[in-house]
């Protein structure tokens, strides 16, 4: 049996405004689940750039980098790229599959990059965090406290070459002599030979004659064994060069590096992403123990790098090998002068070993009045010549301690030259290491000086351009999607268009 059902007008017009209103609703739950799924995806996007970084940086140096395309930088295409096709790939591995319909596709329709930072911008400041971030979770805090403690504490800005004051020592006592000599034989007192004999007795330091060691006894009644005279020492030591002093028969590495293409030379690129970043002590600290562990210095074998000496480049700044280990051992030995200086000044029995050689020396040219002088000549070449001892030891591998004790002092001043290379530096385990002593030097030289010299051995060693490194960006991204349950509706024309989305994100390797 056939029934017959009408329905009013007013109930259809009803009823399609409910259905409406309730993919209308649909519609916009919908429209909070894509722009959820957008913020997601942006997300996305950000860890495949992080994902991405230069592998060579990590395994060499562990640093963490995106490296901009040579030939497009500073476009920057190939990051939006690696972005719309990750995020693009993510959906459609969503959609796979006949039955599989997902009803929050959203596109990825325009990526771009409004800000970046170069890792080589600020001096080099992101480059220093990174380093000292990646030391933070292998170095302890009280090594770094304590290492902090001895490097402030170390000041060098009063530091003054005591083999030359040695020297210059030496002259005037030359010139007294060859005076009082010259005022002898014009009062007739004594003959030329007989000057000439006893201003070379003092020049020489040569204990001939008990007369000389008389002297001595009677001056300070401490008796002094003099072999050679401490300041002629000086002045012989001088004439071979630095290295010729402290690496004697040694092989120095002769490697050199092009100074105009390196970073301080050349112009950089520059990113457009500016930042307040700063570094706290012991960050500096840290950036310091990073470069020690992945850089090279003299004390050990690195043939295979552009230069073997590189921590010493980092000081020094120079083109070759051999001018930047000279240049930092003349700030080692300076810096030895001044605390070994120190130390005489505060021991009275070297005082006195001083004084009495300096009777000796001044007495044969019977000039007393030069003893005080003599005497200070004597203990500037005494502590030169342990300057000398001191680095030796350090590039030997020892340690040497920032203030000595007694039993630390290795040199005579009657013997300097048997005493300075009696020492193996494998004996003395006590005190700092050549690495540490870099790394007060390091403390010295300006942080973007270091940073960027860093940089230089990083890319003369592998085939990086630091300044295409970025290590952070900001991004704009638009994403597009059509409507679902809106197409259901039929009110009007019912042209919703494409919905659109916008985010904003920012990229970084330090955090």
């Known amino acids: 049996m056939k029934k017959k059902g009408s329905?009013?007008?007013?109930?259809?017009?009803?009823?399609?405004?409910?259905?409406?209103?309730?993919?209308?609703?649909?519609?916009?739950?919908?429209?909070?689940?894509?722009?959820?799924?957008?913020?997601?995806?942006?997300?996305?996007?950000?860890?495949?750039?992080?994902?991405?970084?230069?592998?060579?940086?990590?395994?060499?140096?562990?640093?963490?980098?995106?490296?901009?395309?040579?030939?497009?930088?500073?476009?920057?295409?190939?990051?939006?790229?690696?972005?719309?096709?990750?995020?693009?790939?993510?959906?459609?591995?969503?959609?796979?599959?006949?039955?599989?319909?997902?009803?929050?596709?959203?596109?990825?329709?325009?990526?771009?990059?409004?800000?970046?930072?170069?890792?080589?911008?600020?001096?080099?400041?992101?480059?220093r965090k990174q380093a000292a971030e990646?030391?933070?979770?292998?170095?302890?805090?009280?090594?770094?406290?304590s290492m902090l403690g001895w490097i402030s504490g170390e000041d060098t800005s009063e530091e003054k070459d005591l083999g030359d004051e040695a020297i210059e020592v030496l002259e005037t006592l030359e010139s007294a002599a060859e005076g009082s000599t010259r005022s002898e034989d014009a009062a007739g007192g004594n003959t030329a030979d007989s000057g000439e004999s006893s201003s070379q007795t003092a020049i020489s330091g040569s204990a001939d004659g008990e007369s000389s060691a008389g002297n001595q006894?009677?001056?300070?009644?401490?008796?002094?064994?003099?072999?050679?005279?401490?300041?002629?020492?000086?002045?012989?030591?001088?004439?071979?060069?630095?290295?010729?002093?402290?690496?004697?028969?040694?092989?120095?590495?002769?490697?050199?590096?092009?100074?105009?293409?390196?970073?301080?030379?050349?112009?950089?690129?520059?990113g457009t992403l500016t930042t307040s970043d700063s570094m706290s002590a012991t960050e500096k600290i840290l950036f310091y123990l990073y470069l020690a562990q992945y850089f090279?210095?003299?004390?050990?074998?690195?043939?295979?790098?552009?230069?073997?000496?590189?921590?010493e480049y980092m000081i020094a700044g120079k083109s070759g090998d051999q001018s930047n280990l000279k240049a930092v051992v003349r700030r080692l030995l300076l810096m030895r002068e001044a605390a070994n200086f120190a130390y005489l000044e505060s021991d009275s029995a070297k005082q006195q070993e001083a004084a009495a050689m300096a009777a000796a020396l001044t007495a044969v040219v019977a000039l007393p009045e030069l003893e005080p002088l003599v005497?200070?000549?004597?203990?500037?070449?005494?502590?030169?010549?342990?300057?000398?001892?001191?680095?030796?030891?350090?590039?030997?591998?020892?340690?040497?301690?920032?203030?000595?004790?007694?039993?630390?002092?290795?040199?005579?001043?009657?013997?300097?030259?048997?005493?300075?290379?009696?020492?193996?530096g494998s004996e003395q385990t006590k005190g700092l290491s050549y690495e540490n002593y870099l790394e007060i030097l390091m403390w010295m030289t300006s942080d973007e000086k270091l940073s960027e010299r860093a940089m230089d051995m990083i890319e003369k060693n592998h085939e990086i351009v630091m300044d295409q490194m970025i290590c952070r960006v900001e991004c704009e991204y638009t994403y597009e999607a059509?409507?679902?349950?809106?197409?259901?509706?039929?009110?009007?024309?019912?042209?919703?268009?494409?919905l659109q989305f916008t985010d904003q994100a920012t990229i970084s390797f330090m955090e």
């Not at 003299?298 to 073997?308: G, I, K, T, V």
């Not at 340690?399 to 193996?424: F, M, N, R």
């Open 7 to 127: 329905i009013t007008i007013f109930l259809a017009l009803l009823l399609t405004c409910f259905f409406s209103a309730v993919f209308a609703f649909l519609e916009a739950a919908r429209v909070s689940g894509l722009s959820a799924n957008s913020q997601i995806s942006t997300a996305q996007a950000g860890d495949t750039v992080l994902a991405s970084y230069n592998r060579d940086l990590w395994e060499n140096y562990h640093l963490m980098f995106w490296e901009a395309d040579d030939e497009e930088f500073p476009d920057l295409d190939s990051l939006e790229s690696l972005q719309q096709s990750a995020v693009e790939g993510n959906l459609t591995a969503l959609s796979q599959g006949e039955d599989n319909y997902y009803v929050l596709q959203v596109h990825l329709t325009e990526v771009n990059p409004t800000a970046y930072q170069l890792v080589t911008d600020d001096g080099g400041m992101a480059f």
């Open 134 to 145: 990646m030391m933070k979770d292998t170095v302890a805090e009280n090594a770094v406290q």
């Open 217 to 270: 006894t009677s001056s300070s009644e401490v008796e002094v064994e003099i072999t050679e005279n401490p300041l002629e020492w000086v002045k012989k030591m001088k004439k071979n060069g630095i290295l010729a002093i402290v690496i004697p028969d040694s092989d120095i590495s002769q490697n050199l590096i092009d100074l105009d293409s390196c970073i301080e030379k050349r112009t950089l690129q520059t």
């Open 296 to 311: 090279s210095d003299a004390s050990e074998d690195a043939d295979d790098r552009a230069l073997a000496y590189e921590l």
């Open 375 to 424: 005497q200070q000549g004597l203990l500037a070449a005494w502590a030169y010549a342990e300057s000398i001892s001191d680095v030796r030891i350090l590039l030997e591998g020892g340690k040497v301690s920032l203030v000595k004790t007694a039993d630390q002092w290795h040199t005579e001043l009657g013997s300097l030259t048997s005493s300075v290379y009696a020492v193996e």
């Open 482 to 498: 059509s409507p679902l349950f809106w197409n259901f509706v039929n009110l009007g024309q019912n042209s919703f268009g494409t």
